[in-house]
């Protein structure tokens, strides 16, 4: 089950009614019951409902014994080796999936099989609970149902964002009345994501899976275009999902927190990293980057704790030396931006903003070459071919209309693509979407509504290699 199925929305539905009649003391342990039932739907091996228990029974007796070990002072090292066995539980796990992702004649074994849905995120989600309690920054929760909740909140379990806990937790356990602005901003947010993915992320989806899987006959700028829509793919496909779970949440009146910020309107790739998968980006700033020293020893130490810490994110990824490459190119771009902003003020001072974030954009194609491909090789060679096979004029000739779209699907797509950019600059500019449409008259808000519905039913395109249940992201 996925966020796009039918199936889905029913179970939604159902738990909508039910929370609203329940007394609102009562309305998490509803939550928890749809989210086991989520799971237990969603997962393809039943038998790995058990590891995810078992995940959640263990860090949960750690989570108290940590906080005990804090309020009675004990020492650093019995406390600091309390809280590493607590991580270490769910982080084995993790690595060992991701290991056991490179050994050939095992992946569809660790596919099908070895990976709990969601583990990458909710392995993150745990860690920082267990160390903000070794830092006395929260408490733990005493009762297990209700951590147990924190954890599998169902519209944010498979692919974030990433929660803390003092932000999510007091909204699922105080239960929430009926709110009409809340429930209809939710509405906005999921036919938002649905458009999303079935106008951009999955149109885009169909040309890089035709290039991708005939990498021999689409070389050259075949290449670029496929990094470019893998591009338009990749963040049409996660922000949609993202997009789907805050809205599912705002039905039930909670807050989850938004995990993009418009990344291709930045100027530089540090600035990308902070508006890019935002969740994840903060958990490894406040639990890697600024724990070794951020960049308060000097700039070798600041650049020693870069590396390691994209090292961190790149392993998250997978096991493999195509994401350690990636990791290690995004460190190398922010090191030569710092580094010749120091001699050259005036080349930022006097570069338009537009040049600077087709720069951004350039770099994230480029970089992401290799986190797409199959292999390190592969991706070599792709890049590789753009320079040995020149061919430009696939961009004039009719030649990409034969990559699965058609010419009127292509048009679609941009359009698409320049809805989005509007929208993108409306909100960077702090301009509220959501307050203009509310302030709308009802004839015009239901004329919205049926034309984003009209158009997604009739020209959206569905499912990546046409299959709806596919988000790309639900891989990791």
Not at 115 to 135: E, H, R
Not at 192 to 214: P, Q, R
Not at 310 to 321: E, Y
Not at 436 to 441: D, I, L, P, T, Y
Request: charged share 15%.
């Amino acid at each position: 089950m996925s966020y796009v199925a039918p199936g889905f929305y029913a179970l939604i539905i159902i738990t909508l009614i039910l929370y609203y009649l329940f007394p609102r003391k009562l309305r998490w342990t509803l939550l928890l019951v749809s989210g086991g039932i989520f799971y237990y739907l969603a997962c393809p091996r039943k038998a790995l409902i058990l590891l995810f228990g078992l995940t959640i029974g263990v860090t949960f007796c750690f989570s108290l014994i940590i906080e005990k070990q804090r309020l009675e002072n004990r020492s650093d090292g019995i406390r600091k080796f309390t809280l590493a066995s607590g991580i270490a539980f769910p982080a084995l796990i993790l690595l060992t999936s991701k290991a056991l992702e490179q050994i050939p004649s095992l992946g569809n074994i660790r596919t099908s099989f070895l990976l709990p849905l969601g583990l990458s995120f909710y392995t993150l989600q745990i860690i920082a609970y267990l160390s903000d309690i070794y830092c006395g920054k929260t408490e733990a929760q005493k009762n297990f149902f209700k951590y147990a909740l924190f954890i599998s909140f169902f519209p944010q379990v498979i692919q974030g964002p990433i929660p803390r806990y003092k932000e999510l937790a007091p909204q699922l356990f105080e239960g929430h009345d009926y709110d009409d602005e809340k429930f209809m901003q939710g509405i906005n947010l999921i036919l938002w994501g649905f458009f999303l993915k079935y106008m951009i992320a999955d149109k885009a989806g169909v040309i890089v899976s035709t290039i991708s899987e005939n990498r021999q006959a689409y070389r050259g700028m075949y290449v670029v275009v496929c990094s470019v829509m893998y591009a338009f793919h990749l963040y049409g496909d996660f922000l949609s999902c993202v997009t789907i779970s805050r809205g599912v949440a705002r039905l039930f009146g909670i807050t989850l927190s938004d995990n993009f910020r418009q990344p291709f309107l930045s100027t530089s790739v540090k600035e990308l990293w902070a508006r890019w998968h935002v969740t994840l980006g903060t958990w490894l700033r406040d639990y890697i980057y600024i724990p070794l020293g951020g960049n308060r020893k000097g700039n070798a130490r600041k650049y020693l704790n870069l590396v390691i810490t994209f090292f961190v994110s790149a392993i998250w990824h997978g096991m493999s030396l195509k994401f350690l490459v990636w990791g290690m190119l995004q460190v190398v771009f922010q090191i030569l931006e710092e580094v010749s902003g120091r001699f050259s003020k005036s080349f930022y001072r006097f570069t338009s903003r537009v040049l600077r974030r087709v720069y951004v954009f350039a770099v994230f194609c480029f970089t992401f070459t290799f986190f797409r491909s199959e292999s390190l090789k592969a991706a070599l060679e792709d890049i590789a071919s753009v320079f040995t096979h020149i061919n430009p004029w696939i961009l004039f000739d009719g030649s990409l209309y034969r990559l699965g779209l058609n010419e009127k699907e292509f048009a679609v797509l941009f359009l698409s693509l320049i809805l989005l950019l509007l929208v993108s600059m409306f909100k960077e500019k702090r301009v509220s979407i959501q307050r203009w449409f509310f302030g709308q008259k009802l004839p015009v808000r239901w004329a919205i509504y049926l034309l984003m519905i009209w158009s997604i039913w009739i020209c959206g395109t569905y499912g990546y290699g046409f299959d709806s249940s596919s988000f790309i992201y639900g891989g990791f």
